[in-house]
């Protein structure tokens, strides 16, 4: 889409986004969830939303995605951290969104779901990438939450306000080239892109 359009549809269903929002805040807040053990965790599920108003018109392929979208930014960690099932994402996303909507956004959310695992690696291994990999708009939707995660990371390491922020923001600088290549997917399919302007946030371009 057109920036402009991607806009107009933003402000056009702010309302329901709204909702939506709300609801992804309520339902990490009913599971006692913390960002950086400091924040309520809808501080993160916005910062992601973020990122997906600035980049998004570059890989929505139509107005009916728009929705989709925003919801899988601020359901993306409901499955793996909320306790809710998949089942439970495609019910909640139908009292918003059309049933082909829903099954959309709930494919984001479910990709977006590391595996059982011991370590970081393991959680995020080749089989959780080849799912992103594998599901429009998951490529886009992970690089967002990646974004959030980083600056966040690389804010507070120069404010020192969060110890523990030097030591990820290392983590996320020595993982990204195998992160971007991870979710990389050639094609002219627009949905599965990773748009230019995001990818410099990094310092990358691809």
């Known amino acids: 889409m057109e920036r402009t359009g991607f806009e107009n549809a933003l402000n056009g269903q702010a309302l329901t986004i709204e ?5 992804a805040h309520d339902l990490h807040a009913s599971v006692n969830q913390w960002y950086d053990g400091c924040r309520p965790y809808g501080f993160h599920l916005d910062m992601v939303a973020e990122e997906v108003r600035r980049y998004g018109h570059a890989v929505c ?3 009916d995605d728009v929705l989709p979208l925003m919801f899988g930014a601020f359901f993306h960690d409901s499955i793996e951290d909320a306790r809710l099932t998949y089942n439970d994402v495609m019910q909640k996303a139908r009292l918003w969104l059309t049933e082909e909507q829903a099954l959309t956004a709930a494919e984001i959310v479910y990709a977006l779901t590391n595996d059982k695992g011991r370590t970081r690696a393991e ?3 080749e089989r959780y990438y080849e799912g992103i990999r594998s599901t429009p708009y998951a490529p886009f939707v992970k690089l967002c939450d990646r974004i959030a995660n980083y600056t966040y990371s690389a ?5 020192a306000e969060t110890p523990d922020a030097a030591r990820m923001k290392a ?3 020595s993982e990204l080239s195998h992160f971007l290549s991870s979710i990389e997917v050639k094609g002219d399919d627009k ?3 990773l748009p230019q302007e995001a990818l410099l946030r990094f310092g990358r371009s691809s």
């Open 19 to 23: 909702t939506i929002r709300q609801a």
């Open 61 to 63: 392929a139509c107005e």
């Open 123 to 125: 959680r995020a291994g």
């Open 155 to 159: 804010r507070q390491a120069e404010s």
């Open 171 to 173: 983590v996320y600088d």
């Open 191 to 193: 949905r599965f892109a």
